[in-house]
Structure formats: C-alpha cells, structure tokens
C-alpha cells in the first residue's frame, strides 16, 4: 500500500507570493492534517480535513487555508507569503475511525520563502 | 490544555548499550500516547502507541515504552541501540473528549523532539 504523498518535495517562493501545497492520503484514508515544523516552534497543528469539511483548525493566521477533496487527497494554500512561513509542512492521514489510530506522515514539503 | 513535554534535547549512548528517551505529559482527560521518529528530510514514522491495558507497549524496531500514570510518564525504551537508531524522536499526545461527540482524530499535540545519537 503506498504511503501518504505530498507533492512538491521543496519550494522556493518569494515574500508576498502564495503557494498550494498538494497531500494524497494512504488508500481509505479519509482524514488529512496538516502540521508545520520548524526549528523554534515545533510542530504546529495547522488543521484537519474529513470527508470535504475541516474539523479542527489550528491557530494560524487566515493567510494559512485547506480543503480536501471527494478522493480525500487535499490541498493547503498559503498566501501572501511571509519569510516566517519557511518550514517543513507536514501532511497526514489517518483512518479516523477511532482514537488510537495512529497518524501517518508524508516527506513534507520544504518551503522557503526569500 | 494538553502538553507534551521532552526534557531532554539530545540524549548521547553508546551502541550496544540501553537507551532512554524521556516524555511527560498533561492532560485532563484519557491520554492517547504516541511516538515518532523523524530520520533527516523525512516526515514521522509511527513506532508505538498506548491506549489502554499494559503498561509497557512494544513497537517497531525493538523499542518499547513505559506508561506510567501516576508520573504521567510515557519513556521510550531499546535494549541495546544500534547507530541507525540515530535520529529526533517525538512524543506525541492525543486526548479523548470528555464529551464523546468530539470527532477530530487528527490533532496530536507533539513534543519539542529530542535528538538520539548513538555512537558507534
């Protein structure tokens, strides 16, 4: 069974670009995330996706935005780039049937933003 | 608010000898108890979880984790690490609502990651 893919592996933007980052889950799996990882915060929630309908939201700017799709695969945008928004976005996806199904992660995408 | 704390930023062994990775955690309601490894440009890979029952959960490539409720500890364990053992490990924790209702199975609330360096 293939894994979760995001799709670029590594971006380069400008500041006050957007840019669309792309996640296609593992086959049946109906929930995607979305985290930021950086070297001074961590890794940040950013928000969750089910069945075409975000469920949980993160505490991100409005800049920081999703949707998912009828196959499940999802997108996030992120506009009006910052140089702060330079990171390794994580997408994830679950079964989402219960709680101690496990998230599994793609490679991330590396944005950086110049 | 849950928290996830690792106190440790980098924890140095030798190959062959045991290792630690420490995690705490705070939460009000049931924790759901998980770990990652992180190896370089890579996303997370699960290695094991605690739900429920034993305190002592097995996951993948030997290492194991200790739950211990009444620390609110969960340690990730291996009984003799190897240098490819080297990497960040995350601890991570997802909290049961306290009202059933509540669906989202996609927060995990992680810790900051503490480096392993196994040295040959």
């Known amino acids: 069974k293939a894994g979760v893919t995001q799709t670029p592996r590594y971006l380069i933007k400008t500041r006050g670009q957007q840019v669309t980052l792309s996640c296609s889950p593992i086959?049946?799996?109906?929930?995607v995330s979305w985290y930021q990882q950086t070297p001074g915060q961590g890794l940040q929630f950013l928000f969750e996706?089910?069945?075409?309908?975000?469920?949980n939201k993160g505490n991100f700017p409005g800049r920081f935005s999703g949707r998912q799709f009828s196959n499940s695969r999802s997108e996030m945008n992120v506009s009006t780039l910052e140089l702060g928004d330079s990171a390794l976005y994580l997408c994830?996806?679950?079964?989402?049937?219960?709680?101690?199904?496990?998230?599994?992660f793609g490679n991330g995408t590396r944005l950086t933003v110049t | 608010a849950q928290s996830v704390a690792q106190p440790e930023d980098q924890v140095n062994v030798a190959e062959g000898n045991p290792l630690t990775v420490k995690c705490t955690y705070s939460?009000?309601?049931?924790?759901?108890l998980f770990w990652y490894v992180q190896y370089p440009n890579r996303g997370l890979q699960f290695l094991l979880k605690?739900?429920?029952?034993?305190?002592l959960v097995k996951g993948s490539y030997g290492f194991e984790a200790e739950f211990n409720k009444s620390q609110t500890s969960f340690h990730l364990k291996k009984p003799s690490a190897l240098v490819s053992d080297s990497a960040l490990y995350f601890c991570?924790?997802?909290?049961?609502?306290?009202?059933?209702?509540?669906?989202?199975?996609?927060?995990?609330?992680f810790g900051q990651g503490t480096i392993l360096t196994v040295h040959p």
């Open positions: 991570a924790v997802r909290v049961l609502p306290l009202n059933a209702g509540g669906t989202s199975y996609g927060k995990l609330t």
């Open positions: 996706y089910f069945s075409e309908t975000q469920r």
């Open positions: 086959s049946g799996h109906r929930s």
């Open positions: 605690y739900i429920t029952g034993d305190n």
């Open positions: 994830a996806s679950s079964l989402a049937s219960s709680y101690n199904s496990p998230l599994h």
């Open positions: 939460v009000s309601g049931n924790p759901y």
